[in-house]
């Protein structure tokens, strides 16, 4: 939810800030820009609604010299995405520019406090109030620029990663974040700052990631400095190794990242999986469990909590969770669990599950559950982001840099550790046998392997995207496991192609939603081999004799739905507590095709932003 970048060194900053803008674009690309502070003491500014070529086209033939610079790339909250909107933002005077990603809440009230003192505003952004109050406090109170940021930011409420120059220092950058992620890339002799590491990767793999309320101030040939933004007071830095290649960053060789993403999923998986099976398949080990064994023991409750893609993942942690480990569960969306009054203590374990692991409603369940006694366990995918950084323990995916906006592989990554987890928790408690566990760890271990099977569907999915690209709605239905895996189905089609569809549990379909259907609305049945495909058969004929065109999505070798459906992907076979890794395949691949049948730019879909920093 916007990017942001900085550079500081002796290099021409404007190259590094595109590229850096380029990388960070999956976190929104409504409108992109850049402030670059000359060595003549100028500041340009460039900006230009829409993604980062379009600046790039806009700032063509322009004067883009300096070593010092700051770039935004938004995703719009407070005002819509045009020029004016666009960061970075001047200061009155045109001495200070600011990039922020976040939002500040009480932007009103001082908004009306700085038109009272003379100060005009060009943009509807609560970011322009804050690069004006910091130029008013630098006036007013005759400080410097470090100060003036510092008073402002005491002011402010809400949340905010920013980064701010002003004209005429071209030796000095200044950053600081509340609850929005900023990293800093310490290089020889010059200094990257950003929203995440990708733009710092290939320069230095020397990382600081700045805590909440500090401030860092980087000057020209000087060690970074980071202060707390409270007493002011140097903070302790600690200067982290990057692991994170610019490979990792590339689309090797596919149309898209999400494309490359969704046949990434064997080796995402093999790295997820990398050592967490062990004694042949008869025991899990994650260090998380490993190390809070008596929490897991005496738990008396887990509730997981997540938004989106992850929330579906937590579905089937559910699931996996109670058949395996035989406790209550429960699920919620983060941003309903924050503000519903949960009920908790320190018997509860909360689960939460995020990609970015900046999910600003996912950051906020997680301090409402601490604050309430719970004991807080972490699955993410991104090292080193603020979730990981705030829970109390808990486990990465290990999936790697997910760019494509729709997730892909970190889904299949998080139901991997769920299942690892719930096998481990299970077997801690005592409430899962030795011959289930060696089942399902044995069929778990050659995941990889069964989705590089599974993957092997692409042609004939691709085949079947052209027939239902006319569509302009869409059911999915699954019972049990894959009652999530069309929730999941359903938001991938929605994402990427606008096409409307609905995830719906197969049986509940005949309590309502079975009066949309007619030849027009096709559905997407799962129907795995497992212990509910006898029902869900009466379902798929449901559906079928109202006129509805079935896709099935069967076990390998499953030659009788042929004769029901209009068309079978087959899958191959794995427990029922795995259906939902193999089946989602030729899932993200249906949507992916018939969103490229539609022209759709499904690596950065309208509207949506990678990673949602704000509630
Ligand atoms: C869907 C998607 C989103 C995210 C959601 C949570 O493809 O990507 O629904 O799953 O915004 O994001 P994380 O997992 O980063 O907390």
């Not at 407070?78 to 045109?94: K, L, M, T, W, Y």
Request: aromatic letters at 6%; charged letters at 20%.
């Amino acid at each position: 939810m916007c990017g942001i970048v900085g550079y500081i060194g002796s290099n021409r900053a404007y190259d590094i800030l595109i590229q850096g803008l380029k990388r960070l674009e999956y976190r929104g690309y409504d409108s992109a820009g850049v402030a670059l502070v000359d060595c003549d003491g100028k500041l340009k500014i460039h900006k230009s609604q829409g993604k980062v070529s379009n600046l790039e086209s806009i700032a063509s033939g322009a004067n883009v010299e300096g070593h010092l610079g700051i770039a935004h790339t938004r995703w719009a909250t407070h005002g819509e995405p045009n020029d004016i909107n666009a960061h970075p933002h001047v200061s009155q005077s045109g001495m200070i520019a600011l990039v922020h990603n976040g939002t500040i809440e009480n932007y009103a009230v001082l908004k009306k406090v700085l038109m009272e003192h003379g100060y005009e505003f060009k943009s509807e952004t609560d970011t322009e109030v804050l690069v004006q109050l910091i130029e008013y406090i630098k006036l007013t109170s005759s400080c410097t620029l470090l100060e003036a940021v510092r008073e402002a930011l005491l002011q402010v409420e809400g949340a905010y990663a920013i980064a701010v120059v002003e004209q005429n220092d071209p030796d000095t950058l200044i950053v600081a974040r509340k609850s929005s992620p900023l990293v800093i890339g310490v290089g020889e002799n010059e200094t990257f700052i950003a929203s995440d590491a990708t733009p710092i990767v290939g320069y230095t793999d020397q990382v600081i990631y700045l805590k909440d309320n500090e401030i860092g101030v980087i000057r020209r040939g000087e060690p970074v400095q980071v202060l707390s933004m409270f007493n002011n007071e140097p903070s302790t830095i600690n200067i982290q190794k990057l692991k994170l290649s610019l490979a990792q960053l590339e689309k090797g060789g596919y149309d898209t990242f999400m494309l490359k993403e969704i046949f990434e999923q064997p080796s995402t998986l093999r790295d997820c999986l990398r050592g967490r099976i062990v004694d042949n398949c008869r025991r899990v080990t994650l260090s998380g469990v490993d190390l809070n064994q008596e929490r897991f023991k005496t738990a008396e409750r887990i509730t997981l909590v997540a938004c989106g893609t992850s929330w579906h993942a937590a579905l089937i942690g559910k699931r996996l969770i109670q058949d395996f480990c035989k406790m209550p569960v429960e699920v919620e969306y983060a941003s309903e669990f924050r503000y519903g009054n949960p009920v908790l203590n320190e018997k509860d374990i909360v689960i939460s599950i995020s990609q970015s692991g900046e999910t600003a409603d996912t950051l906020a369940a997680i301090e409402l559950a601490k604050a309430k006694g719970a004991f807080v366990y972490g699955i993410c995918n991104v090292v080193g982001a603020s979730i990981p950084r705030t829970t109390d323990s808990g486990t990465y995916i290990h999936v790697g840099p997910e760019i494509g906006v729709a997730s892909t592989k970190a889904f299949t990554g998080q139901v991997t550790v769920l299942t690892l987890l719930a096998l481990s928790v299970g077997q801690l408690r005592g409430a899962i046998d030795d011959a289930t566990l060696h089942e399902v760890l044995a069929a778990l271990d050659k995941i990889p392997e069964t989705i590089e099977e599974a993957l092997k569907v692409d042609p004939e999915v691709k085949k079947l995207s052209r027939i239902f690209s006319y569509a302009h709605n869409f059911l999915y239905l699954g019972r049990g496991y894959n009652y999530p895996t069309a929730l999941e189905g359903a938001l991938k089609l929605k994402e990427i192609s606008y096409i409307h569809a609905e995830g719906y549990p197969a049986a509940e379909m005949k309590h309502g939603p079975i009066a949309l259907i007619d030849h027009d609305m096709p559905s997407v049945i799962i129907a795995p081999s497992d212990s509910l495909y006898d029902k869900i058969i009466s379902n798929v004929q449901q559906v079928k004799s109202r006129g509805g065109a079935v896709v099935a999505i069967v076990s390998k070798g499953n030659k009788a739905m042929n004769d029901i459906a209009d068309f079978c992907i087959e899958i191959p076979e794995v427990p029922e507590c795995l259906t939902p890794l193999v089946a989602s395949i030729p899932l993200q691949l249906l949507a992916y095709y018939i969103a490229v049948n539609k022209g759709k730019d499904v690596d950065q879909p309208r509207n949506l932003a990678k990673s949602v920093t704000v509630e």
